[in-house]
């Protein structure tokens, strides 16, 4: 499928064609299948920490007057502790 989608570069770091995959030996296949494991679980952890960042701006927004939401959120997005935890607890709820 990721070789179909053009999307094997992104997800397991290897351009393969239809060909190369049926010579994948199985111990290549549970190489490749690990790493887009690994891809598909970083992306799901960055969607939480997302949708959490989201989610609790809009509700301070609520109660205190956000000037510039998204500023606010990318800053909260960048700051290195708080992803570290965001990404603990993603990590604990996968």
Same mark, same amino acid.
Request: glycine share 6%; hydrophobic share 35%; aromatic share 8%.
């Given at each position: 499928?990721?070789?179909? %989608?053009? $999307?094997?570069?992104?997800?397991?770091?290897?351009?393969? &064609?239809?060909?190369?995959? $049926?010579?994948?030996?199985?111990?290549? @296949?549970?190489?490749? &299948?690990?790493? +887009?494991?690994?891809?598909?679980?970083?992306? %799901? &952890?960055?969607?939480?920490?997302?949708?959490?960042?989201?989610?609790? &701006?809009?509700?301070?927004?609520?109660?205190?007057?956000? $000037?510039?939401?998204?500023? +606010?959120? $990318?800053?909260?997005?960048?700051? +290195?502790?708080?992803?570290?935890?965001?990404?603990?607890?993603?990590?604990?709820? @996968?």
């Amino acid at each position: 499928m990721l070789v179909s %989608t053009g $999307k094997a570069t992104e997800a397991i770091g290897v351009l393969l &064609t239809h060909e190369q995959v $049926k010579r994948l030996s199985d111990k290549e @296949v549970e190489k490749y &299948t690990k790493r +887009y494991e690994t891809y598909v679980g970083s992306k %799901t &952890t960055e969607s939480l920490i997302d949708s959490f960042i989201f989610l609790v &701006t809009k509700v301070v927004g609520m109660a205190v007057n956000i $000037k510039d939401t998204d500023a +606010y959120q $990318k800053e909260l997005r960048n700051d +290195y502790i708080l992803n570290k935890e965001l990404s603990n607890l993603a990590g604990n709820l @996968v």
